[in-house]
């Protein structure tokens, strides 16, 4: 990844122009070939950027970032560079659940039958082309269960699962799956949705399938 902090103007040429005035600027260059401007502001966001494929040429003070099949340009009007640095960051691990998330999703696994009765667990993260499902089992029916796994249960995690039930009710030797939503707290809009697109919703409590059981067990 390169860093390079300076004064610089950025126009944009493709379907419509902008124009970014002379100030001082952070460019970031990652290893992809993306390329994105960013100000001290705004959080996460850049004020432009152009996605990959795209190539980088460096003429004197004018920088040109062209889209390798758009034809869109980023130029960048170079006034003073204040700092210019590479940085090798190497292969990413990705995203790591949350502790609390992760550890539910062993515990279920390890006790299936929290789901019901007759319950078996075909793996943990059974791999697809868009991720892995956090649980896949099978019913008393021998049915296929897919289970998606969230500390808090809201409408993103309904969507995932049901882009999971997409891909895997696809394959002739799974479907045809249903799916659970299993997270310690639902939210109204979650169920809603869940209930809409025929997913069963799960409250989990984390203490008791840890095997402390409270005063008055809520498992469900």
Partial sequence: MRLVIARCSVD????LTAHLPMAPRLVLIKADGSVSIHADDRAFKPLNWMNPPCKLKEDGETWTVTH????????LTMAEILHD????????PGLIKDGVEAHLQELLAEHITTLGE???????EYMT??????ILCRDAKSATVAVEIKRRG???GVEQLTRYLELLNR???????RGVFAAQEIKPQARVLAADRGIECVTLDYAALRGI???????F
């Fill in 154 to 156: 809201e409408i993103d």
């Fill in 68 to 75: 390798g099949k758009t034809g869109e340009k980023l130029v």
């Fill in 171 to 177: 394959d002739p030797l799974l479907a045809p799956v």
């Fill in 85 to 92: 640095s590479s940085h090798e960051l190497g292969v990413d």
């Fill in 12 to 15: 944009y040429i493709g379907r």
């Fill in 118 to 124: 007759g319950y078996t667990l075909i793996r943990r």
């Fill in 213 to 219: 059981e409270p005063e008055n067990p809520t498992l």
């Fill in 129 to 134: 082309a868009i991720g892995p499902v956090d």
